[in-house]
């Protein structure tokens, strides 16, 4: 009950993430119904295309969170990371930190989208199939299954600077953090929620080669082996398995070290037990607020200790609601473009 609790709190999040930022224009309410009448089938399509691209590569579960996650924080849910850069300007998908999302992910969202145009062309909205591949693929991981709110636009622009300037970075503290998703209309529990999508996925050494190698201590600025709030066994295993890291900066390192493609809460008991650290919010729940306040003090103890329902998280998560006046219609997902087909209502 907890898990799945836990799981529908950050799957709705992100499914409704749109409205992290409020669109310039009126809103349209999203719909699981959107594409009832203009193509049944769109769901179907989505779920069949992206269940084989994730037997073929695993990865893609985890690429396509983060991708979906990077999309919707900036800006809201509206495709504008799937925009490759042209000759004339760089586009959100080359900023700096994105660099690292997975073309696997991608490519899913291109097979999705090729699928559909063959049944409904220019219907279906590029930030639906991202949102709709989510949501299959938490499903297809162990996670449950959730309604998604449709009928979100994709944008009509992509720039790198916001998503530079907006995404959190694997530096950041916790106080950052906490202020950054706040800005978002985050609360710290969606913050942690939303943080153990972690549980999919790896982290390349480079984003936590400052707890393993060279570690001072931030206090008095003593040399340690490595991050003492780390398991050492666990930090003595990364280091082995990122020495060569600078010359190899390929190599990386699980999130959830226990069930790593697996999405459930096993992110959060291992960082209980000293082993997060991959990622971001762990490291900094470690080190900046210091071992007196440990991870789980801040995370979610929440649905069911609490009276919040998962409909409750929903609603506070997100006004799901869709920017009338973002409209970038079209048969791809890669370009500006604009067609004929997309609804207008
Ligand atoms: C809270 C602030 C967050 C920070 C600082 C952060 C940072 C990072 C970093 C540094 C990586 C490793 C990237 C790499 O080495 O290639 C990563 C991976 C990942 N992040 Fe986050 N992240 C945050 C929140 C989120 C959220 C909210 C989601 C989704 C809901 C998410 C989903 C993922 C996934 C699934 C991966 C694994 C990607 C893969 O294996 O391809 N992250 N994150």
Redesign the pocket.
């Known amino acids: 009950m907890r898990l799945s609790l836990l799981v529908v709190v950050?799957a709705a999040a992100?499914s409704c993430a749109a409205a992290a930022s409020p669109p310039a224009g009126g809103k349209m309410p999203l719909t699981p119904d959107f594409y009832k009448q203009t193509c049944p089938r769109a769901e179907r399509i989505i779920a069949e295309v992206i269940q084989s691209k994730q037997m073929e590569n695993p990865?893609t579960a985890?690429?396509v969170?983060?991708v979906?996650?990077h999309d919707c924080f900036v800006g809201g849910c509206d495709a504008s990371v799937l925009i490759a850069s042209n000759q004339f300007a760089k586009s959100e998908h080359d900023a700096e930190i994105n660099l690292?999302?997975?073309g696997d992910?991608f490519d899913a969202v291109v097979r999705a989208k090729l699928a559909l145009e063959m049944e409904c062309p220019g219907v279906v909205s590029c930030a639906d199939i991202l949102s709709l591949a989510s949501g299959v693929l938490v499903t297809l991981t162990g996670g449950p299954r959730y309604p998604v709110p449709l009928g979100r636009r994709d944008s009509l622009s992509s720039s790198p600077a916001a998503a530079d300037a907006e995404l959190?970075?694997?530096n950041?503290t916790v106080d950052r953090?906490i202020q950054m998703?706040g800005a978002k209309g985050f609360s710290v529990q969606e913050?942690v929620a939303?943080?153990g999508?972690?549980t999919?996925?790896?982290?390349?050494c480079?984003?936590f080669a400052d707890r393993i190698f060279n570690y001072r201590d931030k206090k008095d600025g003593k040399p340690e082996p490595f991050d003492p709030t780390m398991n050492p066994s666990f930090a003595r295993g990364l280091q082995g398995a990122c020495k060569d890291y600078l010359k190899d900066p390929t190599i990386?390192a699980f999130?959830d070290i226990m069930t790593p493609g697996k999405f459930d809460n096993m992110y959060f008991i291992n960082l209980e037990r000293g082993l997060g650290g991959?990622?971001?919010?762990t490291r900094s729940c470690g080190r900046t607020r210091g071992p007196s306040r440990s991870c789980s003090s801040t995370h979610p103890t929440p649905p069911s200790s609490s009276t919040t329902s998962a409909a409750q998280w929903r609603s506070s998560a997100c006004s799901a609601s869709r920017p009338a006046q973002r409209e970038r219609s079209g048969r791809r997902c890669d370009t500006y473009n604009h067609g004929p087909n997309m609804p207008t209502n």
């Open positions: 950050v992100l990865t985890a690429g969170l983060r979906f996650f690292s999302l997975p992910a959190p970075h694997s950041f953090l998703f913050l939303l943080s999508a972690h999919l996925g790896f982290s390349h480079k984003e990386a999130n991959c990622s971001t919010p």
